[in-house]
């Protein structure tokens, strides 16, 4: 994962089927709800610390919008 502008980017494992998937995130920013490219799940996914290089995704709750 690297850092620019503040932005951390970085690959997540979709807990649902598995895919790497990329997503740029905010450091302690609520959780940027995505999708997963391969099996659509609806994820949320969040930095855990702007120090670290780990995300952590979880299944949303909500469908992703549109």
Known sequence: MTT???AL???YRCPV???RDSI????DAPAKRTKC????AALDV??????TVNL???VAEEPVPG
Do not use: I
Request: proline share 4%; net charge negative; hydrophobic share 20%.
């Open 4 to 6: 620019t502008d503040g």
């Open 9 to 11: 980017h970085g690959t």
């Open 17 to 19: 089927c598995g895919h």
């Open 24 to 27: 740029e995130v905010m450091p």
């Open 37 to 40: 490219s391969y099996c659509g």
């Open 46 to 51: 969040t930095a855990r610390s702007a120090e």
């Open 56 to 58: 952590d995704v979880k």
